[in-house]
């Protein structure tokens, strides 16, 4: 009998225990409820606003918002794709669309009618895949640009005026060059331009690194390869050929990184990108200057005793400022068990009502024009000049925007390519390497 | 009586329970307690089999196909096995691996035996047992965070000391030369103190009356360590290597959190190249493989290790 009780006592544990495996559900999904994820803690105020007016103007739909760091997302993403547990709507971004889109996870967006003329311009373009459907629909953009510490510039005797009409070439590195140089200082007090300057011992670097740049380089090379004409791909979407191997990326990533060389840009060395990144460097006093994107406005401005301010990117030898122009889109997983409901969320996201609402926070810029508007006028209400930021979306006579390659495998392209540049950066490893690289990235693709 | 007073105090309950046993089991069950035995054993088989044999029959079967995980698997036959050959990518991570185990195994080992010898010798202070222990008690993350922060080429106190004497600011964990050796020490930080321990254990096991009696016929520590305590502790050390060993090939998290691979692949260790080709790629087909590879490498290292160490055997009576 004590036998039986044990067995039977055993057997129930062990299945409670598996079906307590099977049916763990953490999205809480159901026909009143839209779960919506998330990565950027700065947002989440935002979007809860947003997520109010839209529980007021559906009553009965609630929206369940999580918010994920930028590592953890995508693993539990992932996860969530294959347990099921994924959230009806989530953040997409860019890079990771293509191979979303290749697994087949998306759930297609064309009956939500999203017009490209009523975002800013790329952005609602960039969320359609190879197969003509669209799966992302527009809410944010950001550039990059050049945070620079006030007081050192001022030092250094740089106006304003002067940060924001620098050019940059590769051959001698133009007035851009020459600014950082002279902004950076060694232990001894010399200047990166004065004789004497001791590039092995520098107390403040002219120009932050922010690591070897992957395969897009958003913040470290790509506003210099963009302003010299160069694109990742031979087309502005799906492109099936890159063009790592093209003289003109190999010369620019040369003099790019040869700046570390010359002490004005921290070493690679310097970099980590858990401890140490481009905006830690600047917040320490370490650096002068750091490019950076838009969404990092709100961390340089909270840096006490630090007057950050920002100048747009340097002029190149094609005549124009370059930047990239990234813009994140909320997509509806295939899986989702409310996708009335999704859709519904993912409308309103994407209209200027939600847009508006976001951008009166300040904290990015949203995709449609009103909603941008919006946020200009709260950066300037905290006393923060954006114009930086927005004059690359403004002036397309002077700028010229790009966006992150879109392609299939960007994961094994950036697998291929994160080692390759911080071997060129690092150790020095010749840039003509990246010919090779290219042609096993080129092969991937041909698949 | 006499055979009472002649055996250890420590066995005679045992002798009492045997003595009783055979009547209870004969009243009780005729059949045997295999039935009994069989449900205490169900919980552990259950997640034996559920988490141990059923993904490893499953991760050899995905390493012949093609598989993202949300679509179905796809045969391949050999395919992944012969990319995987022809990959220097993953002959790299093995050879970064390798590396990371000679200086972590290595240094862990010999730093462990001598702090289990100085604890065994020199003191029975369980509160000394108890601050070697420390470290272990914190997660691997948190310790290769903590030591990430210490180290920062830029902003880390340590380098601060080293500038601070006048020193050049050392890269620990940014350069290509130092980054494994770095991860190796930090881990070795973590389990030295738990390895110790182990080792403190089996020297325990070695009767005192031996040292007092080397030490009538006039032997040193040096000479009593290495006739004494190494051939009797050789089983344990033997077990233990075999099971720091398999752990140290398994290095992951900390080179997660400090360094993710870098700089320029110099810390892709192989458990971190099977990471990211199936989380990151989705190619869990080739992870597969160099999964079975990493299986059938660590199976062959410890036959070899129980074989030259003759884990299996001990020099004590």
Same mark, same amino acid.
């Given at each position: 009998?004590?036998?039986?009780?044990?067995?039977?006592?055993?057997?129930?544990?062990?299945?409670?225990?598996?079906?307590?495996?099977? =049916?763990?559900?953490?999205?809480?999904?159901?026909?009143?409820?839209?779960?919506?994820?998330?990565?950027?803690?700065?947002?989440?105020?935002?979007?809860?606003?947003?997520? =109010?007016?839209?529980?007021?103007?559906?009553?009965?739909?609630? /929206?369940?918002?999580?918010?994920?760091?930028?590592?953890?997302?995508?693993?539990?993403?992932?996860?969530? %794709?294959?347990?099921?547990?994924?959230?009806?709507?989530?953040?997409?971004?860019?890079?990771?669309?293509?191979?979303?889109?290749?697994?087949?996870?998306?759930?297609?967006?064309?009956?939500?009618?999203?017009?490209?003329?009523?975002?800013?311009?790329?952005?609602?373009? #960039?969320?359609?895949?190879?197969?003509?459907?669209?799966?992302?629909?527009?809410?944010?953009?950001?550039?990059?640009?050049?945070?620079?510490?006030?007081?050192?510039?001022?030092?250094?005797?740089?106006?304003?005026?002067?940060?924001?009409?620098?050019?940059?070439?590769?051959?001698?590195?133009?007035? %851009?060059?020459?600014?950082? &140089?002279?902004?950076? /200082?060694?232990?001894?007090?010399?200047?990166?331009?004065?004789?004497?300057?001791?590039? #092995?011992?520098?107390?403040?670097?002219?120009?932050?690194?922010?690591?070897?740049?992957?395969?897009?380089?958003?913040?470290?090379?790509?506003?210099?390869?963009? *302003?010299?004409?160069?694109?990742?791909?031979?087309?502005?979407?799906?492109?099936?050929?890159?063009?790592?191997?093209?003289?003109?990326?190999?010369?620019?990533?040369?003099?790019?990184?040869?700046?570390?060389?010359?002490?004005?840009?921290?070493?690679?060395?310097?970099?980590?990108?858990?401890? #140490?990144?481009?905006?830690?460097?600047?917040?320490?006093?370490?650096?002068?200057?750091?490019?950076?994107?838009?969404?990092?406005?709100?961390?340089?401005?909270?840096? =006490?005793?630090?007057?950050?301010?920002?100048?747009?990117?340097?002029?190149?030898?094609?005549?124009?400022?370059?930047?990239?122009?990234?813009?994140?889109?909320?997509?509806?997983?295939?899986? *989702?068990?409310?996708?009335?409901?999704?859709?519904?969320?993912?409308?309103?996201?994407?209209?200027?009502?939600?847009?508006?609402?976001?951008?009166?926070?300040?904290?990015?810029?949203? &995709?449609?024009?009103?909603?941008?508007?919006?946020?200009?006028?709260?950066?300037?209400?905290?006393?923060?000049?954006?114009?930086?930021?927005?004059?690359?979306?403004?002036?397309?006579?002077?700028?010229?925007?790009?966006?992150?390659?879109?392609?299939?495998?960007?994961?094994? /392209?950036?697998?291929?390519?994160?080692?390759?540049?911080?071997?060129?950066?690092?150790?020095?490893?010749?840039?003509?390497?990246?010919?090779?690289?290219?042609?096993?990235?080129?092969?991937?693709?041909?698949? | 009586?006499?055979?009472?007073?002649?055996?250890?105090?420590?066995?005679?309950?045992?002798?009492?329970?045997?003595?009783?046993?055979?009547?209870?089991?004969?009243?009780?069950?005729?059949?045997?307690?295999?039935?009994?035995?069989?449900?205490?054993?169900?919980?552990?088989?259950?997640?034996?089999?559920?988490?141990?044999?059923?993904?490893?029959?499953?991760?050899?079967?995905?390493?012949?196909?093609?598989?993202?995980?949300?679509?179905?698997?796809?045969?391949?036959?050999?395919?992944?096995?012969?990319?995987?050959?022809?990959?220097?990518?993953?002959?790299?991570?093995?050879?970064?691996?390798?590396?990371?185990?000679?200086?972590?195994?290595?240094?862990?080992?010999?730093?462990?035996?001598?702090? @289990?010898?100085?604890?065994?010798?020199?003191?029975?202070? @369980?509160?000394?047992?108890?601050?070697?222990?420390?470290?272990?008690?914190?997660?691997?993350?948190?310790?290769?965070?903590?030591?990430?922060?210490?180290?920062?080429?830029?902003?880390?106190?340590?380098?601060?000391?080293?500038? @601070?004497?006048?020193?050049?600011?050392?890269?620990?964990?940014?350069?290509?030369?130092? @980054?494994?050796?770095?991860?190796?020490?930090?881990?070795?930080?973590?389990?030295?103190?738990?390895?110790?321990?182990?080792?403190?254990?089996?020297?325990?096991?070695?009767?005192?009356?031996?040292?007092?009696?080397?030490?009538?016929?006039?032997?040193?520590?040096?000479?009593?360590?290495?006739?004494?305590?190494?051939?009797?502790?050789?089983?344990?050390?033997?077990?233990?290597?075999?099971?720091?060993?398999?752990?140290?090939?398994?290095?992951?998290?900390?080179?997660?959190?400090?360094?993710?691979?870098?700089?320029?692949?110099?810390?892709?260790?192989?458990?971190?190249?099977?990471?990211?080709?199936?989380?990151?790629?989705?190619?869990?087909?080739?992870?597969?493989?160099?999964?079975?590879?990493?299986?059938?490498?660590?199976?062959?290292?410890?036959?070899?290790?129980?074989?030259?160490?003759?884990?299996?055997?001990?020099?004590?009576?």
């Amino acid at each position: 009998m004590r036998l039986r009780t044990l067995t039977a006592l055993t057997g129930a544990l062990t299945l409670s225990l598996l079906t307590g495996c099977a =049916k763990g559900d953490s999205t809480g999904a159901s026909a009143s409820t839209v779960t919506y994820w998330l990565w950027d803690a700065n947002q989440l105020p935002a979007y809860q606003a947003c997520a =109010k007016g839209f529980e007021t103007e559906n009553p009965g739909l609630k /929206v369940r918002i999580t918010q994920l760091g930028w590592s953890d997302y995508w693993t539990k993403l992932t996860a969530g %794709f294959i347990a099921g547990t994924q959230p009806d709507v989530f953040t997409d971004h860019i890079q990771k669309f293509g191979q979303f889109a290749d697994l087949k996870v998306l759930e297609p967006l064309d009956d939500l009618d999203i017009k490209e003329s009523d975002y800013q311009p790329g952005l609602a373009a #960039n969320w359609i895949g190879q197969d003509g459907h669209r799966y992302g629909a527009p809410k944010d953009w950001d550039t990059v640009a050049l945070f620079y510490n006030d007081k050192m510039a001022k030092s250094a005797g740089l106006t304003a005026e002067q940060l924001g009409s620098l050019s940059w070439n590769p051959e001698d590195g133009g007035t %851009f060059e020459k600014a950082i &140089a002279h902004l950076t /200082v060694d232990r001894n007090g010399k200047r990166g331009d004065e004789p004497g300057f001791d590039k #092995n011992n520098v107390k403040v670097y002219g120009l932050a690194t922010n690591g070897g740049g992957f395969a897009d380089g958003q913040t470290q090379w790509s506003p210099f390869t963009g *302003s010299a004409g160069w694109s990742y791909t031979d087309k502005a979407r799906w492109g099936t050929k890159y063009q790592y191997d093209s003289n003109t990326f190999q010369s620019v990533v040369n003099w790019y990184f040869g700046l570390a060389k010359k002490g004005y840009l921290a070493p690679f060395s310097d970099y980590n990108i858990q401890s #140490n990144q481009a905006n830690t460097q600047v917040a320490a006093g370490r650096a002068a200057t750091a490019f950076d994107g838009a969404w990092m406005i709100s961390t340089y401005d909270g840096f =006490k005793g630090r007057d950050i301010k920002s100048a747009p990117t340097p002029i190149g030898p094609s005549g124009k400022r370059a930047t990239m122009m990234n813009g994140l889109a909320d997509s509806i997983t295939k899986a *989702s068990r409310n996708k009335a409901g999704a859709r519904k969320w993912v409308a309103y996201l994407a209209s200027d009502e939600c847009q508006r609402a976001v951008g009166a926070y300040g904290v990015v810029f949203p &995709a449609t024009p009103a909603g941008t508007e919006a946020a200009v006028a709260a950066y300037e209400k905290k006393g923060i000049d954006v114009s930086a930021f927005t004059q690359a979306v403004a002036d397309r006579k002077d700028f010229r925007t790009f966006s992150f390659p879109i392609t299939d495998y960007a994961a094994d /392209v950036q697998a291929l390519m994160q080692p390759e540049m911080e071997a060129i950066y690092g150790t020095g490893k010749p840039v003509s390497s990246l010919d090779e690289t290219n042609d096993q990235i080129n092969l991937i693709l041909d698949q | 009586m006499t055979v009472a007073s002649s055996s250890p105090p420590s066995r005679l309950p045992l002798s009492g329970a045997e003595a009783v046993a055979p009547s209870r089991k004969a009243k009780a069950r005729p059949g045997g307690d295999g039935a009994l035995a069989a449900v205490f054993i169900a919980p552990a088989m259950l997640g034996f089999l559920v988490f141990l044999l059923w993904p490893t029959l499953r991760g050899i079967y995905l390493s012949f196909t093609r598989f993202n995980l949300l679509t179905p698997a796809e045969w391949v036959g050999l395919d992944n096995y012969v990319r995987m050959v022809n990959d220097p990518i993953f002959w790299d991570s093995l050879k970064v691996t390798v590396e990371y185990v000679v200086i972590n195994i290595g240094i862990q080992t010999v730093s462990a035996l001598a702090i @289990a010898v100085l604890l065994q010798r020199l003191t029975q202070s @369980a509160v000394l047992r108890g601050i070697v222990l420390t470290p272990y008690l914190m997660s691997n993350v948190v310790a290769g965070l903590v030591w990430l922060w210490i180290l920062d080429t830029q902003l880390g106190i340590g380098n601060e000391i080293i500038s @601070a004497v006048g020193l050049d600011r050392i890269p620990f964990l940014a350069d290509e030369t130092w @980054a494994i050796p770095t991860i190796a020490l930090i881990n070795v930080w973590r389990h030295v103190g738990y390895t110790a321990l182990l080792l403190f254990a089996g020297l325990q096991a070695i009767p005192n009356g031996m040292y007092e009696a080397a030490k009538v016929d006039g032997a040193s520590e040096w000479r009593m360590f290495w006739r004494i305590t190494m051939p009797l502790l050789r089983p344990v050390l033997a077990v233990v290597l075999i099971m720091t060993v398999i752990g140290s090939f398994q290095v992951f998290d900390t080179v997660a959190v400090t360094t993710a691979g870098g700089p320029a692949n110099a810390t892709n260790v192989l458990q971190y190249y099977i990471y990211g080709s199936a989380f990151g790629r989705f190619q869990f087909g080739y992870a597969s493989a160099m999964s079975v590879a990493l299986l059938v490498v660590l199976s062959a290292i410890t036959v070899l290790q129980y074989r030259l160490t003759r884990a299996g055997q001990s020099d004590l009576g």
